[in-house]
Nanobody
Framework: QVQLVESGGGLVQAGGSLRLSCAASGRTFRNYAMGWFRQAPGKDREFVVAITNSGGRYYGDSVKGRFTISRDNAENTVYLQMTSLKPEDTALYSC???????????????WGRGTQVTVSS
């Protein structure tokens, strides 16, 4: 069982930066791939970025070059550094923990409740 708690959201002006954190419980954090997703009101959940347990990174097209994911296995924490924020980045950001499935895709088993990011124009 893994519990995930996000923090670091808030209100920021367009062009600004925020760093989100996702703290995980459990001693097996290093074995999990971690991902960030976001959901804006009235829209479907959108993949943002993922990092595998070996450090491989995968970014959604809308955030490439602006967002960076990292993890600290000693602290059981994954971070999302967001720069050059745009109003369209406004959403509830959630982290998730998962493992690689048989087809090579990450299957997410655990989800946090999310932290709100609001970007004003």
């Amino acid at each position: 069982q893994v519990q995930l708690v996000e923090s670091g959201g808030g209100l920021v002006q367009a062009g600004g930066s925020l760093r989100l954190s996702c703290a995980a419980s459990g001693r097996t954090f290093r074995n999990y791939a971690m991902g960030w997703f976001r959901q804006a009101p009235g829209k479907d959940r959108e993949f943002v970025v993922a990092i595998t347990n070996s450090g491989g990174r995968y970014y959604g097209d809308s955030v490439k070059g602006r967002f960076t994911i990292s993890r600290d296995n000693a602290e059981n924490t994954v971070y999302l550094q967001m720069t050059s924020l745009k109003p369209e980045d406004t959403a509830l950001y959630s982290c998730a923990a998962g493992t690689l499935g048989p087809l090579g895709r990450i299957e997410y088993n655990y989800w946090g409740r999310g932290t709100q990011v609001t970007v004003s124009s």
